[in-house]
């Protein structure tokens, strides 16, 4: 069975940067038709555009603010109808903020799982009558390694992420009867939000000191990156060869479990 995404329908939320662009990047090299989604509208049409121009596959974008609900649900029925159908969703889209756990606040977790939990949510509701009546297809939701472990400083971002989990492994066994399989990714790569990340450091020997520590936490010793290292996995999970896999939670990430 070959690993191959060639005419498969695939849509990706947060498709403007980071994991998400570099996986709309790929699928496109792969063959795929693509839908966007993103709230960064300017981003956002730069990577479809270069990636429909590089082809062969096509990418096209449409904007949609994931926690508005009814604006997931009509963005959803219009990338299915601009697919002519649906194989494939990934739900990349997400945020990360900082904040000691006895200060986040109702605010601070409310944006967090809005977009975190809830954009989510609102798109696998959304995709699940069109895959259904589809006869089926793949979602693919993304969480992390800050789900199993503590995660100083972002226990708002790790609760979020393990509720990507649960769902998803429920999710699994509720629509596994309608051929959808659900499993997630927990990636490690360089993106934009690791590069903010480093950029909270001052001196040029903080830094150094927080990118070594990073290194020896990850038996690969690097970072990965969202081309070359993650999407060919997230290729394998939208394809056939994959036909038969739900329920699991896969870590691409350099054999990490890391902490802050």
């Not at 695939?10 to 839908?35: D, L, P």
């Not at 001052?202 to 290292?229: H, Q």
Request: proline fraction near 4%; charged fraction near 20%; aromatic fraction near 6%.
């Amino acid at each position: 069975m070959p690993i191959g995404i060639t005419g498969k329908r695939i849509i990706v939320a947060g498709g403007a940067r980071g994991i998400a662009a570099g996986a709309v990047r790929v699928f496109a090299r792969e063959g795929a038709h693509v839908v966007s989604l993103d709230r960064l509208v300017d981003e956002g049409r730069q990577v479809a555009e270069a990636a429909t121009a590089e082809g062969p596959g096509k990418v096209d974008f449409l904007e949609v603010d994931l926690t508005k609900r009814a604006d997931v649900v009509a963005v959803v029925d219009e990338a299915v109808k601009l697919l002519g159908g649906i194989d494939a969703v990934f739900n990349i889209a997400a945020i990360e903020r900082t904040a000691k756990a006895h200060e986040i606040g109702e605010a601070g977790w409310n944006e967090m799982l809005s977009i975190n939990v809830g954009g989510v949510v609102s798109m696998c509701e959304a995709i699940f009558p069109h895959m259904k009546a589809g006869g089926g297809g793949a979602i693919i939701n993304f969480s992390s390694d800050a789900a199993n472990q503590p995660y100083l400083n972002g226990a708002h971002y790790s609760a979020s992420k393990a509720a990507v989990i649960s769902y998803t492994r429920t999710l699994a066994h509720e629509w596994g009867r309608f051929n959808i399989r659900a499993n997630c990714v927990m990636p490690l790569a360089w993106t934009p939000m690791f590069d903010e990340r480093r950029a909270r450091f001052k001196t040029p020997e903080e830094l150094a000191a927080y990118d070594a520590r990073i290194a020896s936490l990850i038996p690969l010793g690097r970072m990965g990156d969202p081309e070359s290292d993650l999407a060919p996995a997230l290729v394998f999970l939208a394809s056939d060869a994959a036909r038969y896999i739900s329920a699991q939670n896969l870590g691409v990430n350099g054999g990490s479990a890391w902490g802050r």
